[in-house]
């Protein structure tokens, strides 16, 4: 006589997509053996590094108080209006700023499982809050709240990330899940003849730990100096990181050789500008970089004192990452943002971080404090002005969404004000490379794929380790939402469709 066996789920990588898988195989009622290559103070992954933004679907306020009622200081109030964020809003939005090229089915499934893993996140314990920068505003004692307004972790800065992981690590280890530390993934062992999966081998050891499935979610290859030179290019080879050093594409290898199929851009990446002064981050509770997203208040010129990309396309969050890419193409890898008195007190207070601003009374004075040619600083500076709306368009904080400029390339698409209130501030910026979009192609549920598009038995994969959602930009809170809908996903399938082997009784 047999009885049945739990099934014994092995994930790799403990950031958000794997802690999500966790959580969700374990809630299922598998034995769960969660890797992760660093130690306990490397918990995380990106998310960690994150500014902890969720962008989700929602039809009105009850949607959005079903996940919070935490609001940051000024933004109670008596009413809350919030116009429909809806499913097609969602995966159009997405779909657009990928071109067109995103896998339709995970990107309908992101959008129509987004509010609810919003809501499973906080019922784990993660608190949730609305954002005065993300667009959240109190007029007449109402809140407005804009279409597609992004959630973030109660937090403080680019730190808010960690107050995802950090009830989800608690929960996981209170109902069972079991971690290693030091456990990085290095092979996924499969019978012979391209079977199913049937264990994960850990460490230089070599020691095999017997599995039903195995989840990938150890990330994206952002932490390879080889793997960048290849996909990326030869220039990002040095590129400063704001996301986990350790994301070498070590899971994507793997779950490559045992049948696998690649997906999504892998010339591509989420790249911010940021301050180059600032390290890399370590520890999961270390700030990185802090991204200077202050980009659409000014201007931002190279070396040579010319502009080169449209600041201003629309609102920041949704296009902060692609500024590092913008800033990589230029001479030098670098460039500056520029601001003016309409706009620099609220740069320094809401955009820049630690950075320390280079200030000068005058434009020759600038160009000679941030090392560019004076006459080109003054001639930008003074076509990008008398291309900007005159009149009484114009406001004191420089923050009218369409204001655009006249006949200028590239243009200032919107919050379009002229530079001309001294003294004016600079931030040095390059780019800061958060993680790589190419990795393994999935099916809605998190089933790895193979080349013929039939899932690989017992391999599942979630977060940065897949490919086929972003391409050149996506919406900022998309990633995050990303890691939970499909981390949660694979956890689950793993462990109801997966048939363990029985044992005598």
């Known amino acids: 006589m047999t009885k049945p066996r739990t099934p014994t789920i092995v994930v790799a990588g403990a950031g958000l997509s794997g802690l999500c898988a966790a959580v969700s195989a374990r809630e299922a009622g598998a034995r769960v053996v969660l890797l992760e290559k660093g130690s306990r103070q490397d918990v995380g992954g990106n998310a960690a590094f994150s500014g902890g933004l969720f962008l989700f679907c929602y039809d009105g306020p009850d949607d959005l108080t079903s996940v919070t009622e935490d609001f940051e200081p000024g933004l109670k109030a008596d009413r ?9 809003a969602y995966a159009a939005e997405l779909m657009a700023m990928s071109g067109g090229r995103a896998e339709p089915r995970l990107v309908d499934e992101l959008a129509e499982r987004s509010l609810d893993t919003v809501r499973w996140l906080a019922a784990k314990g993660v608190r949730f809050t609305f954002n005065r920068t993300l667009g959240a505003a109190v007029r007449d004692g109402v809140l407005h709240i804009p279409p597609g307004q992004v959630l973030t972790c109660v937090g403080e800065g680019m730190s808010r990330g960690f107050e995802v992981i950090r009830p989800l690590l608690a929960y996981a280890e209170r109902i069972g899940v079991e971690i290693r530390w030091s456990a990085p993934l290095m092979e ?13 081998v850990v460490g230089d050891g070599g ?27 030869p220039q990002w080879e040095t590129a400063r990181l ?3 050093r350790l994301a070498t594409g070590d899971g994507i290898q793997a779950a490559l050789r ?5 997906a999504g851009a892998w010339t591509s990446c989420h790249s911010a500008a940021v301050d180059p002064t600032q390290p890399s981050p370590q520890r999961s509770e270390a700030s990185p970089p802090f991204p200077l997203h202050g980009f659409w208040l000014g201007v931002l010129v190279n070396r040579d004192g010319e502009r080169f990309v449209d600041e201003g396309p629309g609102p920041w969050v949704r296009n902060y990452s692609k500024m590092g890419k913008a800033i990589m193409r230029q001479p030098g890898c670098e460039a500056y943002e520029i601001f ?7 740069v320094a207070d809401e955009f820049a971080g630690a950075a320390v601003p ?7 004075e600038l160009a000679e404090r941030i090392g560019v040619p004076a006459d080109r600083l003054a001639h930008t500076l003074k076509t990008f002005n008398n291309a900007c709306p005159a009149g009484d368009g114009a406001t004191e904080d420089g923050t009218r969404e369409e204001r ?3 006949a200028l390339t590239p243009p200032k698409s919107r919050w379009a004000s002229p530079l001309d209130r001294p003294p004016f501030v600079a931030y040095h910026a390059v780019a800061g490379l958060t993680f790589t979009f190419g990795g393994l192609r999935i099916d809605p549920d998190g089933r790895a794929l193979g080349a013929d598009g039939t899932p690989v038995p017992g391999l599942y994969a979630a977060g940065e380790a897949v490919g086929g959602l972003f391409y050149g930009d996506y919406p900022g809170g998309a990633a995050l939402m990303r890691a939970a809908v499909f981390g949660r996903a694979a956890g689950h399938t793993a462990a109801t469709e997966t048939e363990p082997a029985s044992r005598p009784a």
Not at 188 to 200: D, F, I, K, L
Not at 358 to 364: E, R
């Open 80 to 88: 809350i209006e919030a116009p429909p964020y809806t499913r097609q």
């Open 188 to 200: 996924v062992e499969v019978e012979r003849g391209g079977g199913r999966v049937t264990g994960a």
């Open 207 to 233: 020691e095999t730990v017997p599995a039903d499935a195995v989840v990938i979610a150890a990330g994206g290859f952002q932490g390879s100096r080889e793997l960048r030179r290849e996909y990326l290019g």
């Open 242 to 244: 704001r996301g986990t």
């Open 258 to 262: 045992a049948g696998a199929d690649k």
């Open 340 to 346: 003016d008195q309409r706009t620099a007190a609220k």
């Open 358 to 364: 280079i200030v000068a009374h005058t434009v020759p």
């Open 404 to 406: 655009g400029t006249a």
